[in-house]
Each structure stands twice: as C-alpha cells, then as structure tokens.
Nanobody
Framework: QVQLVESGGGLVQAGGSLRLSCAAS????????MGWFRQAPGKEREFVAR????????VYAGSVKGRFTISRDIAKNTVYLQMNSLKPEDTAVYYC???????????WGQGTQVTVSS
C-alpha cells in the first residue's frame, strides 16, 4: 500500500521560504511521476510541479516557475518542494501525489497547510 506523508508546512511572511517534504513508501517508484498540487479555500485543486522519478525532469505551473523547485532523493524515497519568495496567494493546502503518468495520479498524501501572511 502506497503511503505519501507530507511535512514542512507552516506560517511564513511574504517573501519567506519553506521546504515541503513528501516521504513515499509502499512500492518502488521507478517510472513514476511525483507531483505537488495545492488547494486554496474556495478554489479547485491546482497543479504546482512534477518530477519524473527516473531522470528527474521537471515541470512547473507558470505561477510558481522561478520561485519553487521540486526535487527528489531516491535513496530516501522523498520528494521535496523548495518554495522561495512566497506570496499570500501561495496560501493553500499542499498535496503530494504519485502516478504512472502526469495525467494519472492514483495516490495522494493527506496534505500540509502553507499560510503566507502579507
């Protein structure tokens, strides 16, 4: 059974930084795509970034490109989201997801709250 456990959320002032972690277990993630999504109050969940477990190629949403960096540590089975220059509009619950492709995420974490104050 796949488990994804996010951590690292919290309250930060605008302009600050946070690093989210997603500890993955329960299977081999080779050939998987690992993604970060977020959902703000009253809004639909939206894509933030993804990384191919093999090779490490990345894709970012336009709203975070240049500010956020997704990475993975294969030895630790962990995916990270480094978030810099945070803005109040980045406030959301952030979710980690794993899938066989970038359009099919079958496993999700419980989410971690990120709040950016102005």
């Amino acid at each position: 059974q796949v488990q994804l456990v996010e951590s690292g959320g919290g309250l930060v002032q605008a302009g600050g930084s946070l690093r989210l972690s997603c500890a993955a277990s329960g299977r081999t993630f080779s050939s998987y795509v690992m993604g970060w999504f977020r959902q703000a109050p009253g809004k639909e969940r939206e894509f933030v970034a993804r990384i191919n477990w093999d090779g490490g190629s990345t894709v970012y949403a336009g709203s975070v490109k240049g500010r956020f960096t997704i990475s993975r540590d294969i030895a630790k089975n962990t995916v990270y989201l480094q978030m810099n220059s945070l803005k109040p509009e980045d406030t959301a619950v952030y979710y980690c997801a794993a899938g066989v492709s970038s359009v099919s995420y079958g496993d999700w974490g419980q989410g971690t709250q990120v709040t950016v104050s102005s």
